[in-house]
Nanobody
Framework: QVQLVESGGGSVQAGGSLRLACVVS????????TRWYRQSPGNQRQLVAQ???????TYADAVKGRFSITRNWNTNTWYLQMNNLEPGDSGVYVC???????????????WGQGTQVTVYA
């Protein structure tokens, strides 16, 4: 069974950095677009960053210039480098990837369990 396993969350002072990682557990046939979302209390899940198979990066306006999404093609792992963090960046970060588990399958979205990021002033 395909699972997404996240790591790298924690607590950091404003201005600091964190690097989140999301790794696909299990054998898959293909991985397409990868994403990071943020869920905070009282707010809808928000797309923070996206990286397509073609290498196109998209960011939420609030994180442009501070966050960077990258990917390791060999290990089916993607990362979110978060620099100059602000208290408003706090929340549960959830990774998402369009995965094709086996050759007959279509690409379908898979979700991680989420990792907490807390930025204090």
């Amino acid at each position: 069974q395909v699972q997404l396993v996240e790591s790298g969350g924690g607590s950091v002072q404003a201005g600091g950095s964190l690097r989140l990682a999301c790794v696909v557990s299990g054998t898959i046939f293909g991985l397409h677009t990868t994403r990071w979302y943020r869920q905070s209390p009282g707010n809808q899940r928000q797309l923070v960053a996206q990286l397509t198979l073609a290498g196109t990066e998209t960011y939420a306006d609030a994180v442009k210039g501070r966050f960077s999404i990258t990917r390791n093609w060999n290990t089916n792992t993607w990362y979110l480098q978060m620099n100059n963090l602000e208290p408003g960046d706090s929340g549960v970060y959830v990774c998402n990837g369009d995965i094709r588990p086996t050759q007959p399958d279509s690409f379908t979205p898979h979700w991680g369990q989420g990792t907490q990021v807390t930025v204090y002033a």
